[in-house]
Protein backbone atom coordinates (compact mmCIF):
# COMPACT_ATOMS: atom_id res chain seq x y z
CA UNK A 1 0.00 0.00 0.00
CA UNK A 2 1.72 3.53 -1.10
CA UNK A 3 2.01 5.74 1.74
CA UNK A 4 -0.61 8.46 2.55
CA UNK A 5 -1.84 11.20 4.87
CA UNK A 6 -5.48 11.60 6.34
CA UNK A 7 -6.49 14.26 8.56
CA UNK A 8 -10.01 14.92 10.25
CA UNK A 9 -10.83 18.17 11.02
CA UNK A 10 -12.68 19.62 13.40
CA UNK A 11 -14.01 23.42 13.91
CA UNK A 12 -16.75 24.95 16.54
CA UNK A 13 -17.59 27.79 18.06
CA UNK A 14 -17.10 29.50 14.41
CA UNK A 15 -19.49 31.92 14.18
CA UNK A 16 -17.83 33.46 10.89
CA UNK A 17 -19.84 34.01 7.42
CA UNK A 18 -17.64 32.38 5.37
CA UNK A 19 -19.55 28.90 6.86
CA UNK A 20 -22.24 29.86 4.38
CA UNK A 21 -20.39 31.78 1.19
CA UNK A 22 -19.58 30.40 -1.96
CA UNK A 23 -17.14 32.51 -2.81
CA UNK A 24 -14.96 32.15 0.65
CA UNK A 25 -15.49 28.09 0.37
CA UNK A 26 -13.98 28.01 -2.80
CA UNK A 27 -11.20 30.53 -2.27
CA UNK A 28 -10.50 28.42 0.81
CA UNK A 29 -10.08 24.89 -0.72
CA UNK A 30 -7.91 26.48 -3.40
CA UNK A 31 -6.17 28.12 -0.34
CA UNK A 32 -5.73 24.72 0.93
CA UNK A 33 -4.48 23.46 -2.33
CA UNK A 34 -1.94 25.83 -2.37
CA UNK A 35 -0.52 25.29 0.69
CA UNK A 36 -0.27 21.30 0.68
CA UNK A 37 1.78 22.60 -3.19
CA UNK A 38 -0.71 20.39 -5.07
CA UNK A 39 -2.15 21.10 -8.56
CA UNK A 40 -6.31 21.61 -9.20
CA UNK A 41 -7.93 18.43 -11.34
CA UNK A 42 -11.44 19.16 -10.40
CA UNK A 43 -13.51 21.80 -8.70
CA UNK A 44 -13.18 23.59 -6.38
CA UNK A 45 -17.54 22.54 -6.27
CA UNK A 46 -19.47 24.22 -3.87
CA UNK A 47 -23.12 23.06 -2.68
CA UNK A 48 -25.94 24.52 -0.64
CA UNK A 49 -27.34 21.46 0.93
CA UNK A 50 -30.89 23.13 1.63
CA UNK A 51 -32.47 20.51 3.34
CA UNK A 52 -31.62 18.11 6.14
CA UNK A 53 -28.75 19.46 8.69
CA UNK A 54 -27.98 22.62 6.90
CA UNK A 55 -25.02 24.16 5.32
CA UNK A 56 -22.31 23.92 2.97
CA UNK A 57 -20.31 21.31 1.40
CA UNK A 58 -17.13 22.12 -1.00
CA UNK A 59 -15.00 19.46 -2.87
CA UNK A 60 -12.01 19.79 -4.60
CA UNK A 61 -9.68 16.64 -6.27
CA UNK A 62 -5.21 17.67 -6.90
CA UNK A 63 -2.98 15.55 -8.41
CA UNK A 64 -2.42 14.14 -4.53
CA UNK A 65 -4.69 14.88 -2.65
CA UNK A 66 -8.84 15.38 -1.72
CA UNK A 67 -10.18 18.41 0.03
CA UNK A 68 -13.79 18.13 1.44
CA UNK A 69 -15.44 20.97 4.02
CA UNK A 70 -18.48 20.37 5.10
CA UNK A 71 -20.16 23.37 7.61
CA UNK A 72 -22.54 23.86 9.85
CA UNK A 73 -23.77 27.57 10.22
CA UNK A 74 -26.72 27.01 12.39
CA UNK A 75 -24.47 25.11 15.30
CA UNK A 76 -21.20 27.23 14.15
CA UNK A 77 -19.20 24.30 13.20
CA UNK A 78 -17.11 22.87 10.19
CA UNK A 79 -15.30 19.66 9.37
CA UNK A 80 -12.90 19.09 6.73
CA UNK A 81 -11.57 15.84 5.44
CA UNK A 82 -7.88 16.21 4.00
CA UNK A 83 -6.72 13.15 2.05
CA UNK A 84 -3.05 13.19 0.40
CA UNK A 85 0.00 10.84 -1.00
CA UNK A 86 2.18 13.66 -0.20
CA UNK A 87 2.91 14.58 3.89
CA UNK A 88 0.71 17.23 5.17
CA UNK A 89 2.56 20.49 7.49
CA UNK A 90 -0.29 20.15 9.89
CA UNK A 91 0.77 23.32 11.96
CA UNK A 92 0.70 25.09 8.54
CA UNK A 93 -2.30 23.64 8.12
CA UNK A 94 -3.91 24.35 11.38
CA UNK A 95 -2.99 28.05 11.54
CA UNK A 96 -4.65 28.94 7.94
CA UNK A 97 -7.76 27.33 8.97
CA UNK A 98 -7.97 28.96 11.91
CA UNK A 99 -7.27 32.70 11.17
CA UNK A 100 -9.54 31.92 8.24
CA UNK A 101 -12.39 31.21 9.74
CA UNK A 102 -11.72 33.67 12.83
CA UNK A 103 -10.64 30.40 14.95
CA UNK A 104 -10.14 30.14 19.20
CA UNK A 105 -7.18 28.35 19.16
CA UNK A 106 -8.68 26.01 21.13
CA UNK A 107 -11.76 25.56 18.79
CA UNK A 108 -9.49 23.33 16.45
CA UNK A 109 -8.64 19.51 16.38
CA UNK A 110 -6.80 17.97 13.83
CA UNK A 111 -6.77 14.21 13.74
CA UNK A 112 -4.24 11.83 12.14
CA UNK A 113 -6.83 9.17 10.84
CA UNK A 114 -3.99 8.04 8.23
CA UNK A 115 -3.10 4.17 9.41
CA UNK A 116 0.06 4.34 10.55
CA UNK A 117 2.12 1.25 10.53
CA UNK A 118 4.50 2.35 13.62
CA UNK A 119 2.44 4.41 16.18
CA UNK A 120 4.58 7.35 17.19
CA UNK A 121 4.39 9.63 20.04
CA UNK A 122 2.97 13.32 19.97
CA UNK A 123 4.49 16.40 20.08
CA UNK A 124 2.49 17.39 23.85
CA UNK A 125 2.83 21.38 22.48
CA UNK A 126 -1.13 21.91 21.99
CA UNK A 127 -2.86 21.24 19.07
CA UNK A 128 0.17 19.85 17.38
CA UNK A 129 -0.23 16.64 16.39
CA UNK A 130 3.16 15.79 14.48
CA UNK A 131 6.22 13.02 15.71
CA UNK A 132 7.91 13.83 18.64
CA UNK A 133 11.08 13.52 18.14
CA UNK A 134 13.21 15.67 20.85
CA UNK A 135 12.43 16.93 24.66
CA UNK A 136 12.28 20.47 25.78
CA UNK A 137 12.09 21.34 29.20
CA UNK A 138 10.93 17.85 30.19
CA UNK A 139 8.16 17.73 27.18
CA UNK A 140 7.89 15.75 24.40
CA UNK A 141 8.33 18.11 21.00
CA UNK A 142 8.07 17.75 17.66
CA UNK A 143 11.50 18.96 15.89
CA UNK A 144 9.44 22.22 14.45
CA UNK A 145 8.88 23.17 18.47
CA UNK A 146 12.40 22.15 19.15
CA UNK A 147 13.64 24.64 16.69
CA UNK A 148 10.77 27.19 17.99
CA UNK A 149 11.95 27.05 21.65
CA UNK A 150 15.76 26.75 20.77
CA UNK A 151 15.70 29.93 18.47
CA UNK A 152 13.66 31.90 21.19
CA UNK A 153 16.68 30.60 24.11
CA UNK A 154 19.27 31.97 21.88
CA UNK A 155 17.58 35.37 21.50
CA UNK A 156 19.45 37.05 24.25
CA UNK A 157 16.56 40.32 24.05
CA UNK A 158 14.07 37.53 25.54
CA UNK A 159 16.06 37.76 28.53
CA UNK A 160 16.51 41.42 29.43
CA UNK A 161 15.25 41.35 32.77
CA UNK A 162 17.85 39.13 34.01
CA UNK A 163 20.79 41.95 32.98
CA UNK A 164 22.07 43.72 36.19
CA UNK A 165 20.93 40.19 38.31
ZN1 LIG B 1 4.95 20.34 17.71
Request: overall charge negative.
Amino acid sequence: MSKRYHLSIDAWNCSSPRLKDNYALDWFLRQVAGITNTKILNGPTVVNRGSGITGMTASLITDSSHIIIHTFPNSNEATIDLYSYEDLNHNEIREFITKYFDLDINSIKLVNVANEPDQFIQCEEPGCIRKATKVWGGRKVCSDHYDYYRDQELRPELYDDDIGA
